[in-house]
């Protein structure tokens, strides 16, 4: 992969591009914060903060990369510090496994997403972008963080603890979830194939479509 297209943006690259694949490789599971990853943060009157489709789009073809990889359905969680209706109706639109709603301590959400699933922190890939997400990303096997130039010494301290492996040029509110996936599709290998299978709609996609859609969701909601 040319990693010259994302340079160009402005991504920070902060492990050789070998580790980033051989990281990339081991994952079998995505897991996402929500606000500042799915959009910029801001709440409506009822403390709800929506998506973009152009990350949606994103988060599905980077599912569809790892099912051609690994030839079966990877997990895929939402865990949030706070109880948001929008994030609910996307994972049970997307199909995703898991949603941990209300979980100020993630590290709690982690251990039960890792238990009910089966995985090692070193099989989930975790896309975040700020200080509440930290003691989760430093377990993670590949660790995304979505940019944000009003935060320039946040952004400066998790470079120094090693805190993140890329750093995206966008923010969540311009759409820096879907230049994370791509980026790990690209990691992968998988970017033409991936476009091209859903662009026309295959068997191969539509298999992996009816997997995903058969999901059963679990939503876990903290009283904390």
């Known amino acids: 992969m040319d990693l010259q297209a ?3 943006l402005g991504t920070r690259f902060l492990r050789p591009q070998n580790e980033l694949v051989r990281r990339a490789s081991g994952i079998r599971a995505v897991l996402f914060d929500w606000d500042g990853v799915f959009n910029d943060g801001w709440k409506d009157l009822e403390g709800g903060s929506p998506f973009s489709e152009v990350g949606s789009l994103g988060v599905n073809m980077l599912r569809f ?5 690994d030839g079966a359905l990877p997990t895929a969680a939402v865990i949030t510090g706070q109880h948001n209706g929008h994030a609910e109706r996307f994972v049970q ?5 898991g949603l941990y709603m209300g979980f100020i301590n993630k590290p709690d959400a982690f251990e039960h ?3 009910t699933y089966e995985l090692v922190p070193e099989q989930v890939a975790f896309f975040f972008d700020d200080a509440i997400d930290l003691p989760v990303a430093r377990r993670c096997g590949l660790r995304v963080m979505i940019g944000r130039s009003s935060g320039p010494l946040f952004t400066e301290h998790v470079i120094a603890r090693g805190d993140a492996d890329i750093i995206t040029a966008h923010s969540g509110g311009a759409n820096g979830l879907r230049e994370a996936t791509e980026l790990v599709i690209g990691l992968l290998g998988r970017v033409a194939e991936v476009i091209d299978h859903r ?3 295959t068997d191969t996609y539509q298999r992996y479509l009816q997997e995903r859609n058969a999901t059963t969701l679990d939503v876990q909601r903290s009283r904390s």
């Open 6 to 8: 994302f340079t160009a």
């Open 93 to 97: 639109r997307e199909r995703f496994h």
């Open 113 to 115: 997403f890792l238990r």
């Open 199 to 201: 662009a026309a709609y």
């Open 65 to 69: 990369a790892l099912w051609l990889k």
